[in-house]
T-cell receptor
Framework: QKEVEQDPGPLSVPEGAIVSLNCTYS??????FMWYRQYSRKGPELLMY????GNKEDGRFTAQVDKSSKYISLFIRDSQPSDSATYLC??????????FGTGTRLQVFP | DGGITQSPKYLFRKEGQNVTLSCEQN?????MYWYRQDPGQGLRLIYY???????QKGDIAEGYSVSREKKESFPLTVTSAQKNPTAFYLC???FGTGGNQPQHFGDGTRLSIL
């Protein structure tokens, strides 16, 4: 079993939809949780960074962490075609080692 | 503009050849990392360095080598011992240790075999 599981998609939604992206993990020592967005042929770009459990909102993006269920989510409101990309979750304990999910490919069509 | 610069964008390797990928950052970050990205596998850590003149192996270090002679630079050499080098290579950096500093990435180098 992988330490971090993420559905690869693709997830295809119409413009304006609310998108929910999720990851589950097995290591209860993880405390720092990140979401990255990666466009084709580009490096990952940090979208959201949270520590421990709770919610964090930034514009159209909301990150949720439920440590009791070992489950994290990224919600995108009013999705746009420019949101079409691969979304990677990543997490770490008190170390520099980041563990990544395999990424979910999102397509937002007009 | 501050950032991480990787070069070249595309690189081709012949059999038996070593190739070096460049990574330079002007963010004044202490730590730097090299990852390999393959389809459907996520990012895997090759090597990382927390300070100049020191580096540690990651999960898939075999067939790769690195150096850290300057804070700003962390080049990766893919040696002929790496039998499956075709992949997208990503360099990242952050301010330091402990897991509480998110990593920031360059735009990658795509390496292919001729």
């Amino acid at each position: 079993q992988k330490e971090v599981e993420q559905d690869p998609g693709p997830l295809s939604v119409p413009e304006g939809a609310i998108v929910s992206l999720n990851c589950t993990y097995s290591n209860s020592a993880f405390q720092y949780f990140m979401w990255y967005r990666q466009y084709s042929r580009k490096g990952p770009e940090l979208l959201m960074y949270t520590y421990s459990s709770g919610n964090k909102e930034d514009g159209r993006f909301t990150a949720q962490v439920d440590k009791s269920s070992k489950y994290i989510s990224l919600f995108i409101r009013d999705s746009q075609p420019s949101d079409s990309a691969t979304y990677l979750c990543a997490m770490s304990a008190n170390t520099d080692k980041l563990i990544f999910g395999t990424g979910t490919r999102l397509q937002v069509f007009p | 503009d501050g950032g991480i610069t990787q070069s070249p964008k595309y690189l081709f390797r012949k059999e038996g050849q070593n190739v070096t990928l460049s990574c330079e950052q002007n963010l004044n970050h202490d730590a730097m990392y090299w990852y390999r990205q393959d389809p459907g596998q996520g990012l895997r850590l090759i090597y990382y360095s927390q300070i100049v003149n020191d580096f540690q192996k990651g999960d898939i270090a075999e067939g790769y080598s690195v150096s850290r002679e300057k804070k700003e630079s962390f080049p990766l050499t893919v040696t002929s011992a790496q039998k499956n080098p075709t992949a997208f290579y990503l360099c990242a950096s952050n301010f330091g240790t402990g897991g509480n500093q998110p990593q920031h990435f360059g735009d990658g180098t795509r390496l292919s075999i001729l």
